[in-house]
């Protein structure tokens, strides 16, 4: 793979990159915008120690175009963008501190073209910071202006998606007494575990943190599955809620699973395995479209929506765009992969009209 940054931004067909290298900390900062036809450039932020800054360039124009689809998939007004923040080594105290108020500035310098909100390596109390100095970062509580953590939204989110995969594939059509393995019981997996442990679902739960997945696991009432057993064990539904790349060539004909719907991003390592996980009568859920949770919920709270319950119910309409892709795809008989994807190129092409 080049990593060259020149060579990269000119392979580019997104709508181009902001960036910045930060003296003081020797971080490089990217703000890849992709597409603003349905609105302003919005993606989160991400902290994360790359090999070359050239990979975190391509993990931000990767994940920007990602959101392009996200937010066109799901029917917000929102473009696809993702800063990335590539630092030579993990910073605290005042050295991230600095980093992010800088940062924060170089948003408020583009007046709006760029939004965003956390991401991988970016907590709660960083957005604060970042919020010191733009006006563009999202999640704030309309009311009190605390900032709020999506995972919640994003885990009721997945549960509708799962159980509108269950009433479209599995006989008997509700969550109750069906099997449902969550990879990843982290902020995400764990609430995604209560909804779950609610509707009836049985529970298996399986995380590299083996005193957390106990800790999951007893409130859960959950059976642990060693982490090498994952792809192999029984069940109706696998939920990846960990990291991405689990559907490869080498998991996928391992698979005893109906369905596979969960909030981790990039769940298929090549595009290809969309088709082997139809061959093998595996329903797949797209993966942006079912973890566009807490994405949505941020939204919703612009637009002054606050009470948790509320919010909670209108993660309701992700089942629904979730039950439309699945009906799509079967009655063209294609992968639900290609119907998302006209779904997202429709909702562009009617903006672009
Ligand atoms: P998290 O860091 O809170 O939890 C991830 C969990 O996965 C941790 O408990 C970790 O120990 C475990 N894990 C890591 N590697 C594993 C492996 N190989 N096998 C089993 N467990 C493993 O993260 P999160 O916020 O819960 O997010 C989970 C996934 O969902 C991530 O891929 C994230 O990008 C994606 N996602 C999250 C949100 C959100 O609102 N938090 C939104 C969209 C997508």
Redesign the pocket.
């Known amino acids: 793979m080049n990593y060259d940054l020149q060579a990269l931004m000119e392979r580019w067909d997104g709508l181009g990159v902001v960036h910045r290298y930060d003296q003081p900390t020797r971080t490089w900062v990217f703000i890849c915008m992709h597409d603003n036809t349905l609105g302003p450039c919005t993606g989160g932020t991400r902290m994360k120690v790359y090999s070359k800054p050239g990979e975190g360039l391509l993990d931000g124009m990767r994940l920007a175009e990602g959101m392009t689809n996200k937010w066109a998939a799901i029917d917000v007004a929102a473009g696809g963008g993702k800063a990335v923040l590539a630092v030579e080594r993990p910073l605290e105290g005042e050295g991230r501190r600095g980093l992010l108020l800088r940062y924060g500035r170089l948003i408020q310098s583009l007046g709006g073209g760029f939004h965003t909100g956390e991401?991988?390596g970016i907590s709660t109390e960083d957005m604060k910071v970042v919020a010191e100095e733009a006006d563009y970062v999202h999640g704030f509580h309309p009311e009190d202006g605390s900032k709020i953590?999506?995972?919640p939204?994003?885990?009721r989110a997945v549960f509708a998606g799962i159980r509108s995969a269950v009433a479209r594939a599995l006989e008997g059509e509700t969550l109750s007494g069906k099997k449902v393995l969550i990879?990843?019981?982290?902020?995400?997996?764990?609430n995604l575990g209560m909804f779950l442990k609610e509707a009836g679902a049985q529970l298996l739960v399986?995380?590299?943190?083996e005193v957390?997945?106990q800790r999951v696991a007893d409130q859960l009432e959950a059976t642990l599955v060693p982490?090498n057993e994952?792809y192999s064990t029984p069940c109706d539904v696998y939920a990846p809620?960990?990291?991405?790349a689990?559907l490869n060539p080498e998991t996928v004909p391992r698979l005893q699973c109906r369905i596979v719907a969960?909030?981790?991003?990039n769940q298929l390592a090549e595009p290809g395995d969309a088709a082997r996980l139809m061959e093998r009568g595996i329903l797949y859920v797209p993966d942006y479209i079912i973890?566009?949770?807490?994405?949505l919920a941020f939204s919703l709270l612009d637009q002054g929506i606050g009470d948790r319950e509320l919010l909670l119910e209108k993660m309701d309409a992700i089942g629904d765009s979730v039950t439309q892709i699945l009906q799509e795809a079967a009655s063209q008989g294609e992968s639900p992969v290609v119907a998302a994807q006209h779904r997202v190129d429709r909702a562009l092409a009617k903006s672009r009209d």
């Open positions: 991401d991988l953590d999506p995972s939204f994003t885990a990879q990843g019981v982290g902020s995400v997996g764990a399986s995380d590299i943190d957390r997945c982490e994952v809620c960990a990291v991405g689990t969960g909030s981790a991003n973890n566009a949770g807490g994405a």
